[in-house]
């Protein structure tokens, strides 16, 4: 049977995809040791044109994982310290007035950069963590009454402290939805933590690191991603894995539509990075947890049980009928 020409086309565009999130995974698995589950999530969330929030304690890697990402891609790459004192201005921008010209010029933020690195972005107020709202669902940004728009592809990576700890402040509700995925880094395994004395001991490995793909090849792959296939028992099988945690009473708040879309997108990407061009159940079951948890407020119940998000999550897939493979 003869290969038409769309279908070697696919399959074309699906192996320069892996080559390319190989080089991309290799170079940052050369800076983090030992969470290659870790760093595949964050290539999962940039092929979905998502935004990627780490959230774990101090000194554990959360920022050097940002970094080693923006260092491996050839393009505009940002970084914001949040502090308490930060004011939306300073992420957005601001107009200023020219004595020279006797107008207002717009001086962009940093937020106009493809890669966009947040650092403990919870020590902000709510109303500076509010700032990213439009950029990160809109991909854009107003001031002034004038509207910009934001380069393709854009990508926010926030790295946070968990909410106990001092000096930082919860995120909005929806400020965590708009992020595809919350991940934890965790400590590492004895071994790694052994390796990265030497690699880290006597040199900044950062400072070594050099692109390994340009905005073009990232904007390639998004594209190859879209293309992925997902069919409507699937589809209704994100539908309704969304829809179980808007009717668990274990829940005060479940899951929104930009949720199930989020799930669908990282679907694709999980697909299209584990060498396929069609979504199966197995890449949604995969990714439930890190795209559902962090939108989800238990109930008063749960947390006095101290069942966290994860685990009730968890425990929703596996409730929801899995569809069949026709």
Do not use: W
């Not at 699906?14 to 050369?30: P, V």
């Not at 891609?73 to 949040?82: A, E, I």
């Not at 060498?275 to 199966?280: L, M, S, T």
């Not at 795209?291 to 999550?313: K, N």
């Amino acid at each position: 049977m003869a290969v038409t020409p769309d279908v070697t086309d696919a399959s074309a565009r699906l192996e320069d995809l892996i080559d390319t999130a190989h080089r991309i995974r290799n170079s940052i698995e050369s800076v983090i040791e030992g969470k290659s589950d870790v760093v595949r999530l964050t290539l999962t969330v940039l092929l979905a044109e998502g935004h990627l929030l780490i959230e774990d304690v101090p000194g554990v890697g959360k920022t050097m994982l940002a970094k080693a990402l923006a260092r491996s891609l050839d393009c505009p790459v940002k970084r914001v310290q949040f502090t308490p004192d930060l004011l939306p201005s300073d992420i957005t921008g601001v107009s200023a007035y020219n004595q020279q010209t006797r107008e207002f010029e717009f001086k962009p933020g940093p937020v106009f950069a493809n890669i966009v690195v947040g650092d403990e972005i919870n020590r902000a107020s709510p109303k500076t963590q509010s700032a990213l709202l439009e950029c990160m669902e809109e991909h854009q940004v107003t001031v002034d009454g004038v509207t910009y728009v934001l380069e393709s592809p854009f990508m926010v990576i926030a790295t946070q402290n968990p909410i106990e700890m001092e000096g930082t402040y919860p995120l909005p509700e929806a400020q965590r939805d708009r992020f595809t995925a919350k991940i934890a880094m965790g400590y590492p395994e004895p071994a790694a933590e052994l390796e990265m004395l030497d690699v880290h001991g006597a040199s900044q490995p950062l400072d070594k690191m050099e692109p390994v793909a340009t905005t073009a090849d990232v904007a390639a792959l998004i594209q190859a991603v879209r293309a992925v296939y997902v069919s409507q028992p699937v589809k209704r099988y994100a539908v309704d894995m969304v829809a179980a945690t808007r009717h668990s009473p274990d829940l005060r708040l479940g899951a929104s539509p930009r949720a199930t879309l989020h799930l669908v997108r990282a679907a694709r990407a999980h697909a299209a990075l584990s060498g396929r061009d069609y979504v199966i159940p197995d890449d949604l079951q995969e990714l439930a947890v890190p795209v559902l948890a962090h939108r989800l407020l238990p109930s008063l119940e749960a947390q006095g049980q101290r069942r966290h998000p994860e685990q009730l999550v968890g425990e929703l897939v596996r409730r929801v009928p899995v569809p069949d493979a026709n």
